[in-house]
């Protein structure tokens, strides 16, 4: 059963075309994450959410932006995307107590 | 700065052998995850280690943590072809809301 689900898996736009990226989860899970993985690269946090308590990291480009309306689903906006923000990214979820994170099998981005 | 290092960041060995991947961390953290990630794929958790002196293991990989020397293993036995993958070790600093610090991977090819 798929926990943490993100949409789409591949999503190709145009330089400057804003996108959204959605991920959901069934975990019910307070804390989630979003990273951004450029190819041959480690992932690389963008924000979280506790519950609805925002934060973002203190290099995350002013043309990322999140929402979160609800446990299950959280949003990834790309205002302008440019050729540099070409990437995988990763939803991943994580109960406050837990220690394990939760990854979704990630939507990868392509800008032409 | 936050740092996770590992090495070594390719590693191509020949099945049957044994080899170790080292992971070294700045952070102040107690935490300290590894992933494998298959190409284009996301990332599946292979172990979580809490304590000091922690040792996990399953099938041919063993994982362990020394939160002093901020230093943690993942020893490969009898590598099969099937371990092949990008291997990330990760701390999780408690005032980062346990958002994971990426070291940069390990690139295994195991080879007949």
């Known amino acids: 059963d798929a926990m943490v689900i993100q949409n789409p898996r591949y999503q190709v736009t145009q330089f400057g075309k804003p996108v959204t990226l959605s991920c959901s989860q069934t975990?019910?899970?307070?804390?989630m994450y979003w990273y951004q993985q450029k190819s041959s690269q480690a992932p690389k946090l963008l924000f979280h959410y506790y519950d609805k308590d925002f934060n973002n990291e203190a290099d995350t480009p002013d043309n990322f932006q999140s929402r979160r309306p609800n446990t299950s689903f959280c949003f990834l906006d790309i205002r302008s995307p440019g050729l540099g923000d070409a990437a995988m990214y990763l939803c991943?979820?994580?109960?406050?107590?837990?220690?394990?994170?939760?990854f979704g099998p990630g939507t990868r981005l392509t800008v032409l | 700065e936050l740092k996770v290092e590992q090495n070594p960041l390719f590693l191509s060995m020949q099945e049957g052998k044994n080899y170790t991947i080292y992971c070294n961390y700045s952070t102040t953290s107690d935490r300290l995850y590894w992933y494998r990630q298959d190409p284009g794929k996301s990332l599946e958790s292979l172990f979580v280690l809490l304590s000091n002196g922690a040792v996990k293991q399953e099938g041919r990989l063993m994982a362990s943590l020394d939160t002093k020397a901020r230093l943690s293993t993942l020893h490969i036995t009898a590598a099969v072809h099937d371990l092949s993958a990008t291997y990330f070790c990760a701390s999780a600093p408690l005032n980062s809301g346990y958002a994971l610090n990426f070291g940069k991977g390990t690139s295994l090819l195991v080879t007949p």
């Open positions: 991943a979820t994580k109960r406050l107590v837990s220690d394990t994170q939760y």
């Open positions: 975990l019910n899970h307070n804390v």
